[in-house]
């Protein structure tokens, strides 16, 4: 009877295997999923080829295989040749609530081949950790260590899901920050961008992403070779930079010679997180001595360096922001609805404004850029600080806020009315919307409207009125 299947992963000289209830299996990773399924053994280990073990290992594993269990966590060394500190899990009530994370070494278990078989051809994280919920309910753990861990990136064990894997893919130098960003907003961005912009002339950089948006993309490539992270291709660089976020990187990414975790902030919320003892990292650097400090005790070693983050002006960028301002008593011949249905396109368009909308209407509406405020005696400061005045009203008798923007050289954004036609307003200083754009089958035409007034949004128009259009009131007063 085989109670014990040893997988070796590459080829290792110094394991003696006396034991007939030992099956050793030689695995370069690759079709490994078959491999565990080919075996005899009751129980999978795994040995990493350039790691060592105690002499008594085997009898050690053999002798835990004679209990019921689904997972087996290792107590283990790691060996740095370039760092004298030891680390060894020591907290003996912690080792036992070990389990499989997904994209984890492997090596540090022992399974149940039964319940190992379940989960090895999950690929999405969501379900294979529920499963792991739900399969390795019976945990135990080595306490002594007689594993030895000596990591060198040049081999990387490739885990179950990279059984498959089609192609290698080379880049001199990786920057990869999972899934924790999406390109939206986070303090990755800025410090990608700023990587890009000190450092793009001097290095050859691949921005390996799961998910980001097209405008940080288009934004990144700029800088960097972007390229959509994919489980069956295995990324092969030089040196990988990743982040505190993603402790746990893909095994589909080696790197040959360093990789990298940068710390990011102070982490205030380190005591809510779970403390990392896999150490699969050459350096962690933090981005200040503050970040490193406060790191301390949360990451497999205190030896962490830090290096302020890189910073230069992009002094080549357009003012992003739109400035809106609108200015009336608030009644339904205004029709403030159309404001709201223009800021309702403007958030679904994520197009960052603020809206300043001086009324009468004391109830508080504010929402995202749009901003009811107390109407004022004089309104003009804010209107010559905005890109545009809106005024969008079922009629005007005169419209005095249009001229006064007009005069501050402030565009203005209008309805078709008779009296603007009198005061010289026209398509070509001002951008009029038809009233039917504001009904819910015309939002696409009234989007592109939107959109049109944002691009153009620093263009300068011109607007002089003819003082000769109030020269009767010369007749009015008695000399």
């Given at each position: ?424 307003i026209n398509d070509e200083n001002a951008t009029i919307i038809p009233f039917d754009y504001f009904e819910d089958n015309n939002k696409n035409k009234l989007k592109e409207i939107i959109i049109k007034m944002y691009e153009e949004k620093d263009k300068i128009v011109k607007y002089n009125i003819d003082e000769s259009l109030w020269e009767k009131y010369n007749s009015i007063f008695k000399k």
């Amino acid at each position: 009877m085989i109670d014990l299947s040893l997988i070796v992963l590459g080829f290792q000289n110094n394991i003696k295997n006396e034991q007939n209830n030992v099956e050793m299996i030689y695995s370069n990773g690759i079709n490994l999923i078959d491999t565990i399924k080919d075996s005899k053994g009751r129980y999978i280990a795994f040995i990493k080829e350039e790691d060592n073990i105690r002499e008594d290992y085997l009898k050690t594993v053999l002798n835990k295989c004679s209990d019921d269990f689904d997972c087996c966590f290792i107590n283990y060394k790691i060996e740095f040749n370039y760092i004298n500190e030891p680390k060894i899990i020591k907290n003996k009530d912690e080792l036992k609530e070990f389990k499989p994370y997904y994209g984890e070494y492997i090596w540090a278990f022992i399974y149940n081949k039964e319940s190992l078989i379940k989960i090895l051809e999950i690929k999405d994280k969501d379900i294979f950790n529920k499963k792991v919920d739900e399969e390795f309910l019976n945990n135990t753990a080595i306490e002594d260590v007689i594993y030895f861990h000596k990591p060198t990136s040049t081999k990387l064990i490739k885990d179950f899901q990279l059984s498959d894997i089609k192609r290698n893919d080379y880049s001199k130098n990786i920057i990869y920050i999972g899934n924790g960003c999406n390109g939206v907003f986070n303090g990755y961005i800025s410090w990608m961008k700023n990587i890009g912009r000190c450092f793009e002339n001097k290095y050859e950089i691949t921005f390996l992403y799961d998910n980001c948006i097209d405008e940080t993309l288009k934004d990144f490539s700029k800088y960097f070779r972007c390229e959509q992270r994919k489980d069956d291709i295995n990324y092969v660089c030089d040196r990988l930079l990743t982040t505190y976020s993603n402790y746990f990187y893909p095994k589909n990414i080696t790197s040959l010679e360093e990789n990298y975790l940068f710390i990011h902030g102070n982490m205030s919320d380190y005591p809510n997180t779970r403390v990392f003892h896999d150490d699969i990292y050459t350096k962690y650097i933090a981005v200040s001595k503050t970040a490193a400090e406060k790191a301390k005790g949360y990451f497999p070693t205190n030896n962490i360096d830090y290096i302020l983050n890189p910073f230069k002006l992009d002094d080549s960028l357009t003012k992003p922001h739109l400035t809106l301002s609108s200015a009336f008593r608030y009644s339904d011949v205004k029709r403030p609805d159309r404001i709201e249905k223009m800021a309702t396109i403007l958030d679904e368009l994520q197009i960052p404004y603020t809206w300043n909308l001086f009324t009468d209407k004391y109830e508080n509406t504010n929402r995202n850029g749009l901003i009811y405020r107390t109407r004022v005696a004089n309104p003009i400061p804010y209107i010559k600080d905005s890109d545009y005045f809106v005024l969008l009203s079922d009629s005007e008798s005169y419209g005095y806020c249009v001229v006064e923007a007009l005069s501050v050289n402030t565009k203005v954004v209008l309805t078709p009315l008779e009296v603007y036609n009198e005061l010289g307003i026209n398509d070509e200083n001002a951008t009029i919307i038809p009233f039917d754009y504001f009904e819910d089958n015309n939002k696409n035409k009234l989007k592109e409207i939107i959109i049109k007034m944002y691009e153009e949004k620093d263009k300068i128009v011109k607007y002089n009125i003819d003082e000769s259009l109030w020269e009767k009131y010369n007749s009015i007063f008695k000399k």
